[in-house]
């Protein structure tokens, strides 16, 4: 698997989507594959923070969360509705 497949099946795998053997490649990536494993952390990180945003809409979202990374993820999340 490759960094780019990584990031097209990750959320496929925090939703526990992924089948048995793809998800067998994609966690041994993750231990090969320092930069991605701090993706996957950011990108949790930033979902959480998606949902505290979503339930405080004034709430404001911290400066340390690239603003791509969030309007990728509200994308994601309004075409999954
Ligand atoms: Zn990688």
Request: charged letters at 30%; aromatic letters at 6%; one cysteine or more.
């Amino acid at each position: 698997m490759t960094c780019r497949e990584l990031v097209e099946f990750l959320l496929d795998y925090l939703e526990e989507a992924l089948p048995g053997a793809q998800r067998e490649e994609f966690e041994h990536h993750l231990q090969a594959c320092p930069p991605c494993l701090a993706y996957l952390e950011t990108y949790k990180r930033t979902v959480q923070l998606g949902k505290t945003v979503c339930a405080e809409p004034e709430g404001p979202i911290p400066d340390d969360v690239p603003e791509r990374l969030v309007q990728a993820i509200l994308a994601s999340r309004r075409k999954s509705v």
